[in-house]
């Protein structure tokens, strides 16, 4: 297991824009994929994007993917999501996870088993 470390959380208008970063303490995420998820009060953990250990395979909730995107930097030190035109429905704590070393991205969370402490992001309307 890795630790990890989230920002970028903040409060935004409606329309606004975020980016959100997760870093790992002590090693790059190369060779591990990556996630996003996120929680809102009373309800259950949500998949946001994930991005496969060689970097070039992302997934997308469906109901996100024309608004968020997640990438990661050339030294696989930090991996990243921008969130666009967001919406009150945005508003949640948002974690990011990490897999087993060379393991497929994964829309479950059971298949990572490294988790940060996560980041709020409110959108107010």
């Known amino acids: 297991q890795v630790q990890l470390v989230e920002s970028g959380g903040g409060l935004v208008q409606a329309g606004g824009s975020l980016r959100l970063s997760c870093a790992a303490s002590?090693?790059?995420?190369?060779?591990?994929?990556m996630a996003w998820f996120r929680q809102a009060a009373g309800k259950e953990r949500e998949f946001v994007a994930a991005m496969n250990w060689w970097g070039g395979s992302r997934i997308y909730a469906d109901s996100l993917k024309d608004r968020f995107t997640m990438s990661r930097d050339d030294g696989g030190d930090t991996v990243s999501l921008q969130m666009n035109n967001l919406k009150a429905e945005d508003t949640a704590l948002y974690y990011c996870a990490a897999g087993p070393l060379h393991a497929s991205a994964s829309m479950t969370p059971d298949a990572y088993d490294s988790w940060g402490q996560g980041t709020q992001v409110t959108v107010s309307s």
């Open positions: 002590g090693r790059t995420f190369s060779g591990y994929p």
